[in-house]
């Protein structure tokens, strides 16, 4: 996992490799030009990424008078903090947040255990059948989750939990553990065999190994999948509205949609809303960012 | 990777501690949200409603905590996004065990669900001290004509209509039009004074907003029958009737503001309200996208006469209430139904709501403002009242519409092959 330290700040230019001494100008100048127009381009470039942001947080301060007055686009005319409350009180924000953390804490927690068994048995002994298991896991990722919406809405009222926090946390669960064996078990076939050679040499068996050995190696694996998957499941829309119906157990994500009028959209309230169903998941990104940049190379090099 | 040899005892151990492992987790997570179900026949009727939007959701939750106050059988409000509930509904309906009541629109739309049987059917209500008392119209909309029976209670409705801002009218010196030509005359008036003479808001999601402008001149050129049959799939979009209302829009298209089909209806609002346009077709929601102090400044015109021998029919599509038939207690539905057709109800709600909805019951108040009281006398004058395109016709047609008149705006020569990938396009929906 140390291969993830960023690239070389300069393009182009040869790493480790200094310009001789004597110096020549007209090199330098074009390294020069060339590392100016870099910052330059990708400056402005991170600026009309940064611009949608800054339109939504600055939104989310102006009085719904001055946006319908003057339009979303014009130079703001007010400042109130008074949007939030609306969307944190009246917008059913406040308790919907309660919801999606009742469902994304359990939901990453379980499926994760249950993904890091499967991937330890899978990767670590030869079970008959593996391979093909694997293949079943990935091939269920593949799948379009659109097509699965209605058998799982009917599947989930035959079962006597449509409406429930617990169908959202089983349909997660169901669709997150097959991607998170497949990434696991790239990881967790890494692990030197030796290390659990010596394991059951010392007398441990299979649940020991797994526990003791194979689980505290695979942490920073564990790590990037849990951080992502948070934001994965967090921002989910699709099954909460397909499992859910009633407004007091929706996430967040759906009560974000639901400040949406029918006709007329309050956009400095949903702007405010944004920023507030935005909040977590920017909180687990700052916390485990180094993870999330490693996430994206896992089971990269073998 | 070398394969690890291991005995069936400790293999054994491993998967009953994964088991074990998998049923405690479980466990947490079953006991967290064990809340009963609001489906049972004992408790409180369930009304599912798509008003989400801040003002018209505490509207509602104070007329039902106003409904509870009162005693005897209680409801229990739940409200979901207007977008969700549009693609939940077929799911709630036939829902093994759904909610009761439901916000929802009379007409066509409704019709679906009734000809499947899964609507309750109201008529008793309707003998009832107040729906008896409904306008003709009104019962006729939330009769189903396959069943006969009665299966809506319909308890507010808004009007369309050329919305402009009166001051504006006064500096430019120009008065309202009431036919056609007049109309034509204003709009290149108002070319001459560097104002784009008509709004729309055709673009970004609300593409919905031109049939509008279908609707109307289809009702003033062939009559508000023709449009209905024709919505029902008993004429062709190719007909010639059908290109004599594109014949008359071409009149009026060098009028459009060209950004109209860029703009979302809210933006060609505040357009709108700059001054940059000069009038708008458009609902009576539309006010709700305005700053308060702009409202008393706002007025309308009816949708100009073209054919005087046609009768003049409007638009005004009703909101209101229908109900499962496989709710388990019909007796409390038909209540709160009842309830919300009683004069003081609707009173309560347009209080509360952004108040330029008009009551459906006869001796209701509305909030009084002038332009209420205009809108109001429009729709009780009407010969005939239309919903609105999908409203008369279903939420599967409206995309054909929103493509086809889209597609004229922006290229109006093309009207012949629009008309026909229109018809296309529809026989593919009715013939469904």
């Known amino acids: ?302 | 990777m070398t394969p690890f040899t291991t005995d069936r005892r400790n293999f054994l151990a491993g998967v009953g501690a994964v088991g074990a492992g998998a049923l405690l987790s479980g466990c947490v997570t079953q006991t967290s949200s064990n809340s009963p179900t609001s489906q049972s026949s004992s408790g409180p009727v369930t009304l599912q409603s798509n008003l989400s939007s801040p003002q018209a959701k505490t509207a509602l939750e104070t007329l039902i905590a106003a409904y509870n106050k009162k005693g005897g059988s209680r409801a229990q409000l739940n409200t979901v996004a207007s977008e969700t509930f549009r693609t939940q509904l077929p799911t709630y309906l036939t829902s093994a065990n759904p909610p009761d009541a439901y916000t929802w629109y009379p007409g066509s739309v409704a019709e679906a669900y009734a000809k499947q049987g899964l609507l309750l059917d109201l008529s008793d209500l309707w003998q009832g001290p107040d729906l008896s008392r409904y306008s003709a119209a009104m019962r006729d909309l939330c009769t189903s004509p396959s069943t006969g029976k009665k299966d809506f209670v319909p308890t507010d409705y808004y009007w369309w209509g050329f919305f402009y801002r009166k001051s504006n009218f006064a500096k430019w010196g120009v008065q309202e039009p009431t036919t056609w030509n007049e109309f034509l005359a204003l709009c290149q008036t108002l070319k001459t004074k560097n104002v784009a003479p008509i709004g729309i808001g055709a673009g970004s999601g609300t593409a919905w907003v031109a049939s509008a402008w279908f609707d109307y001149l289809n009702i003033r050129v062939n009559g508000a029958t023709y449009h209905r049959e024709l919505l029902a799939g008993k004429h062709s979009f190719n007909d010639p009737q059908v290109h004599k209302v594109f014949d008359y829009w071409g009149q009026a298209l060098p009028f459009f503001d060209p950004n109209g089909t860029a703009l979302a209806f809210q933006d060609a609002t505040t357009s709108l309200l700059e001054g940059r346009t000069a009038m708008m077709l458009i609902g009576t929601f539309f006010a709700d996208a305005a700053p308060k102090d702009a409202l008393g400044d706002l007025d309308f015109f009816r949708f100009p006469v073209i054919d005087p021998k046609v009768p003049m029919a409007e638009e005004a599509p009703a909101d209101g209430f229908f109900a499962s038939s496989r709710t388990a207690h019909a007796a409390g539905v038909k209540d709160l139904l009842a309830y919300f057709a009683t004069a003081e109800a609707q009173e309560l709600y347009i209080k509360n709501s952004s108040g330029t909805v008009l009551p459906t019951h006869p001796d209701a108040k509305d909030n009084g403002t002038p332009l209420v009281v205009k809108g109001r006398k429009l729709i009780a004058s009407a010969a005939q009242v239309t919903q609105f395109f999908n409203r008369d016709s279903s939420d599967a047609l409206q995309p054909t519409a929103d493509t086809a008149l889209v597609h004229f705006l922006s290229k109006p020569k093309e009207v012949n092959s629009i008309l026909t990938t229109w018809q296309r396009d529809a026989q593919q929906i009715w013939s469904k």
């Open chain 1, 1 to 302: 996992m140390a291969a993830t330290q960023a690239p070389t700040r300069t393009v182009g230019a040869p790493t480790g490799t200094r310009p001789p001494a004597d110096g020549n100008a007209r090199a330098v100048r074009a390294r020069r030009a060339r590392t100016a127009g870099f910052h330059l381009t990708a400056g402005l470039l991170s600026l009309l990424w940064l611009l949608p942001i800054a339109l939504v947080l600055v939104t989310s301060t102006r009085s719904f008078d001055d946006i319908a007055a003057h339009g979303m686009g014009s130079w703001p005319r007010s400042f109130t903090l008074a949007n939030f409350g609306q969307a944190w009180n009246e917008g059913g924000q406040g308790h919907a947040m309660v919801n999606s953390l009742i469902v994304t804490v359990p939901t990453v927690l379980l499926s994760l255990l249950l993904a890091s068994m499967a991937a330890f048995g899978l990767s670590r002994y030869d079970l008959p059948l593996r391979r093909t298991l694997l293949l079943v896991m990935l091939s269920g990722n593949l799948l379009p989750p659109q097509i699965l919406l209605i058998p799982v809405s009917k599947l989930s009222e035959v079962i006597g939990i449509y409406d429930q926090l617990d169908a959202l946390i089983g349909v997660q669960v169901g669709f997150g553990v097959g991607f998170y064996v497949f990434v696991l078990h790239g990881f967790m076939r890494a692990i030197p065999a030796e290390i659990q050679e010596a394991a059951v040499i010392d007398g441990a068996g299979p649940w020991q190994i797994y526990s003791r050995i194979i689980l505290p190696l695979a942490r920073p694996a564990l790590a990037a999948l849990s951080a992502l998957s948070f934001t994965w499941i967090f921002n989910d829309l699709l099954w909460a509205i397909t499992v859910l119906r009633t407004d007091s157990k929706m996430p967040i994500t759906a009560s974000l949609i639901g400040l949406q009028g029918q006709y007329v959209s309050l956009w400095n309230v949903i702007a405010a809303g944004s920023v507030i169903a935005a909040a977590p998941t920017v909180a687990v990104f700052l916390r485990f960012q180094r993870h999330f940049v490693a996430g994206l190379n896992l089971g990269a090099v073998k």
